[in-house]
């Protein structure tokens, strides 16, 4: 072979391998993309299972209750065949028991919805709300309304700290002096209309109480955190809860539902203007929310709202 030959060959040699590597480098990086799609379906599938599993696990324990609840009815009301002497009491157990296993039983939640999957509906929410409030240049302060006749509690977001509260409650947008800002439907409206319609007894109207009842609601019926204790100084006019484990993460956003539902509650228990606040905790508590009102409560509103 010639010299001028072996120079071509060797030209040819060395200028190949750059394509090639180039073609070996796309289809590694294609066959990743496809690895780590599929290992996302993989997680997704997983986490739907899991999700189904923990439903049916829920629903099983209600149903479990409901019959055992029904196995203790039709117990007793064989105790009280067997023993006439105490039937009244057998009757009395069993008729609790069976209705007790009927209530249990139609109850039982049919979906459940995960907890981040609110969490991230409500960030959005408040997100908005933030982003409007800041580019209105609205002060900081939240301040709950209480109802009406034609209002519900409404939240009420001041130009100024400070402001007066609009004479109409007419919202999203206050223009007219004095009160202008945002005047808006809160997050924990809709929670506290629910709260009520469950609560077994009549809604407190002192603070101590109520704030007890709101905290239970808290976590007993909403599981919106994992522990809510109140702390409540009536003659300072202040209720503040430690919260500890928000199921919807950091509480200091905008209307979050905890201290939304806090706030909205005081404010028509107690039929005062509510103005909240949220701190990062301590080592007790991850977070505190403080509600501030004004006046005695259950004595006349201190200002007078249009209808």
């Not at 402001?163 to 007219?176: I, N, T, Y």
């Not at 439907?185 to 809604?203: Q, V």
């Not at 919260?243 to 404010?267: E, K, T």
């Amino acid at each position: 072979m010639s010299k001028e030959s072996f120079s071509d060959t060797a030209d040819s040699t060395e200028s190949a391998p750059p394509s090639q590597m180039q073609a070996l480098n796309t289809e590694t990086a294609d066959t990743a993309a496809l690895e780590e799609t599929a290992q996302l379906e993989l997680l997704a599938e997983e986490n739907r299972r899991l999700r189904e599993e923990y439903a049916r696990a829920r629903q099983s324990r209600y149903r479990r209750t409901a019959i055992g609840l029904a196995a203790v009815g039709v117990v007793a009301l064989a105790g009280g065949l067997l023993f006439p002497d105490t039937r009244a009491v057998f009757v009395a157990l069993g008729a609790t028991g069976v209705f007790g296993a009927v209530l249990t039983y139609s109850l039982t939640p049919g979906q459940f919805v995960a907890a981040a999957v609110g969490e991230r509906v409500y960030a959005a929410s408040a997100a908005n709300g933030a982003a409007i409030a800041a580019e209105l240049g609205l002060s900081d302060e939240r301040l709950y309304l209480p109802p009406t006749q034609a209002r519900a509690v409404q939240l009420y977001v001041p130009l100024h700290r400070e402001s007066d509260a609009p004479a109409a409650r007419d919202g999203p947008f206050v223009l007219e002096e004095p009160g202008r800002g945002l005047l808006l439907d809160p997050t924990g409206g809709t929670l506290f209309a629910e709260f009520e319609r469950a609560l077994a007894g009549d809604l407190a109207s002192t603070p101590e109480p109520l704030a007890r009842q709101l905290c239970d609601g808290l976590v007993e019926q909403f599981e919106l955190a994992a522990g809510a204790e109140p702390d409540v100084d009536a003659d300072a006019g202040r209720v503040t809860v430690a919260v500890s484990n928000s199921a919807f993460g950091a509480v200091d956003r905008f209307d979050h539902p905890i201290g939304s539902f806090l706030a909205v509650g005081l404010a028509q228990g107690l039929d005062r203007s509510v103005e909240l606040e949220v701190d990062v905790g301590d080592e007790r508590a991850d977070w505190l929310v403080t509600c501030r009102y004004d006046g005695d409560p259950g004595a006349q509103s201190e200002f007078e709202w249009g209808e």
